[in-house]
């Protein structure tokens, strides 16, 4: 089963790009879907977006135009670009394995991303 | 508000068995498989059960799931203060194309 671990600033400055990567050992790659869910006390659990092992992606309605999630198989990495940040993106944000066979996620431990004025 | 939509809290006392709601529609629970998940503070959620009402390996027997209709359930039984967290569920929903959470339940283990 594969364990998941994300990496990247923990400070984005207000109208820049947040960008986080997620390391991803143990596992099928080619067997999972790679998704980001965000957590905020305003909106709760919020999935940004998925990207599948061959780099098709499907996002949220309310953040596409965006985000940018792209996919590295042979370093087992995904990643995750949200630009013009405001003070509504700061979050933890999760990345998250899905087994497309069976459905059981699989979270990484989540990284606060703060985004400064 | 939440799509779907769980009871902000519910408490029981140790020993007793407790049960959360998620009510949906045809668009997510309706069609799609339910997860339930546990948030302990300063943790990130804990897949419970997967497809309705599957639980992963490690997952003890004192959760359940179900699903009927457009409503999902979780069950805990013989409760732990150790339970004390906040339980999510979450599923599909084809009107949104997106990925849905409930607000997500505070359990308090009195």
């Known amino acids: 089963q594969p364990e998941l671990r994300e990496s990247g600033p923990k400070v984005v400055k207000s109208s820049e790009t947040l960008a986080l990567t997620c390391s991803v050992s143990g596992g099928a790659f080619n067997s999972y879907s790679w998704t980001w869910i965000r957590q905020s006390a305003a909106k709760g659990l919020e999935w940004i977006g998925r990207v599948y092992s061959d780099g098709n992606t499907h996002y949220t309605a309310s953040l596409a135009g965006r985000v940018t999630m792209s996919v590295d198989t042979s370093r087992r990495q995904f990643s995750l670009n949200v630009t013009s940040v405001t003070a509504a993106d700061t979050a933890l944000y999760f990345c998250?394995?899905?087994?497309?066979?069976?459905?059981?996620?699989?979270w990484g431990q989540g990284t606060l991303v703060t985004v400064s004025s | 508000q939440s799509v779907l939509t769980q009871s902000p809290s519910v408490s029981a006392a140790p020993g007793q068995r407790v049960t959360i709601s998620c009510s949906g529609s045809?668009?997510?629970?309706?069609?799609?498989?339910v997860s339930w998940y546990q948030q302990l503070p300063g943790t990130a959620p804990k897949v419970l059960t997967y497809d309705d009402d599957k639980r992963p390996s490690g997952i003890p027997d004192r959760f359940s799931a179900s699903k009927s209709g457009t409503s999902a359930t979780l069950a805990i039984t013989g409760l732990q203060t150790g339970d004390e967290a906040d339980y999510f569920c979450g599923t599909w929903d084809d009107s949104l194309s997106a990925l849905l959470f409930g607000g997500g339940t505070k359990l308090t283990v009195l």
């Open positions: 045809r668009s997510n629970i309706g069609r799609f498989p």
């Open positions: 998250v394995g899905r087994n497309i066979l069976t459905g059981r996620d699989y």
